[in-house]
């Protein structure tokens, strides 16, 4: 294949910023490059030393003065759900049953199903998401369609086949065992297929039967490596249903601790009233909590602590996420942007370093995936994104009076949407312009 050469001005992730002076946090090249072959960054650094190395065949595309970044990561977002952003509702549970429902139930349908997902990743491509972590219907014919979409175009994905069997349409419910097999079944057709994989996905305590849930901790002990995927403590009348369901249990979290459902891998949607003990289940076994501002800001869910946890003795490991269709923005600009204003009114600080480490190198590495993909390493996925902070009228405003990189982060997620993203390199291939 080809190799390809990419111009910019290169950032990329060492560890987690302390503070907004932190340079030590970052790798940053003013005239950098990066090179490309086969899926895979081959070099990275400055323009002169890694254009030396290119082969003499190499494609070259100057982005200057854009910034090159690793592709975002977001941690949870619903497939489905892509026809029920901004449906006006209450709260929590009325949004699942007046809309949510009803929209899922639609995707039986395979035809359906391969529509939405061609939609979904051009709306990725668009917004700079390289990989995500999806829930897909209760239909295992929408998982297929997801993954097949997924391989076609080789993104790093990780999606899950729905496991439900109450408090649902009758529509949308498997049972235990058929959940336990379909969920084999998209394991044994997708999983390690060029670069998709998959996650054990029981929906949420509400909608899962006891039995439905031992068997999805049989699945975690059957399947160790693969991420596991729910909901939790997103809202005060979910908690209080779950407790109603779950009566000999100490907590919401304690359900899934019983059937074996936390640990390194386990992703736990939401996860905002969190009790000291809780919290500290969550810790102890790595699980992690998934912050999604815009959604909890929408359905009235409740403001994340997101210091609150990941400042204590007994830290819990922390993923963000747009949460579509409860998010209302496919953009991870977008959602920090809210992220920060969650904090803000908690009297917490996120500086744009942050930010910006949480969407690439830190969700990575909620996903135990930081070998693979989150940073620009050589022999790392190549998985780029290319920003513009120049997008719009009002930004290029606004630059003009930008003196500092931190400044110009901070305009991207405050201004920015996918209009700030010039081009989208999905496995080294440029997939913005292609749409």
């Not at 929590?92 to 061609?118: C, G, M, S």
Request: glycine residues 6%.
């Amino acid at each position: 294949m080809t190799s390809r050469l990419i111009r910019g001005r290169l950032l990329s992730f060492r560890q987690a910023p302390q503070n907004i002076d932190d340079t030590r946090s970052y790798f940053y090249e003013e005239d950098g490059a990066v090179l490309m072959q086969d899926g895979l960054i081959t070099a990275r650094g400055d323009y002169a030393t890694v254009c030396a190395e290119a082969p003499a065949d190499a494609v070259e595309t100057d982005h200057r003065p854009f910034l090159i970044m690793p592709g975002f990561i977001d941690t949870h977002l619903h497939f489905p759900q892509m026809q029920v952003v901004g449906s006006y509702a209450a709260a929590l549970l009325e949004w699942l049953n007046t809309y949510t429902f009803v929209e899922e139930q639609r995707f039986v349908d395979p035809i359906h199903a391969a529509k939405i997902a061609t939609a979904f990743f051009d709306e990725l491509v668009r917004q700079g998401t390289t990989t995500a972590v999806a829930y897909c219907s209760v239909h295992k014919a929408s998982a297929d369609a997801f993954f097949a979409e997924s391989h076609k175009r080789n993104f790093r994905m990780i999606a899950g086949k729905v496991m439900m069997d109450r408090n649902a349409p009758p529509a949308l419910l498997d049972t235990p065992q058929t959940g336990y097999d379909d969920t084999k079944a998209v394991i044994e057709c997708w999983h390690g297929v060029g670069r998709q994989m998959v996650a054990i996905t029981p929906r949420f305590a509400i909608t899962s039967t006891p039995q439905q849930m031992e068997m999805a901790g049989t699945l975690v002990r059957e399947y160790p490596n693969l991420h596991m995927q729910t909901h939790l403590s997103e809202n005060d009348a979910e908690i209080a249903y779950t407790m109603e369901l779950y009566p000999n249990h100490k907590d919401y979290t304690d359900v899934y601790d019983h059937y074996g459902l936390l640990g390194p891998k386990s992703l736990f949607g939401h996860s905002i009233h969190l009790s000291d003990r809780e919290a500290d289940a969550m810790s102890d076994s790595g699980s992690v909590a998934v912050f999604c501002p815009t959604s909890n800001l929408f359905l009235g869910s409740g403001l994340f602590g997101l210091k609150t946890l990941d400042e204590r003795d007994r830290p819990v490991r922390i993923g963000v996420a747009t949460d579509i269709g409860g998010g209302t923005s496919y953009s991870m600009l977008r959602t920090m942007d809210e992220g920060y204003k969650v904090l803000q009114l908690q009297g917490q600080r996120m500086t744009p370093l942050e930010s910006f480490y949480r969407i690439t190198l830190g969700n990575a590495r909620a996903l135990s995936l930081e070998d693979t993909i989150g940073s620009i390493e050589v022999g790392h996925e190549a998985d780029l994104v290319i920003l513009d902070a120049r997008a719009t009228p009002a930004m290029e405003l606004k630059m003009d009076a930008v003196t500092r990189l931190t400044e110009e982060l901070f305009l991207l997620q405050t201004l920015g949407d996918d209009r700030s993203i010039a081009e989208t390199y999905v496995a080294g291939i440029p997939a913005k312009s292609a749409l």
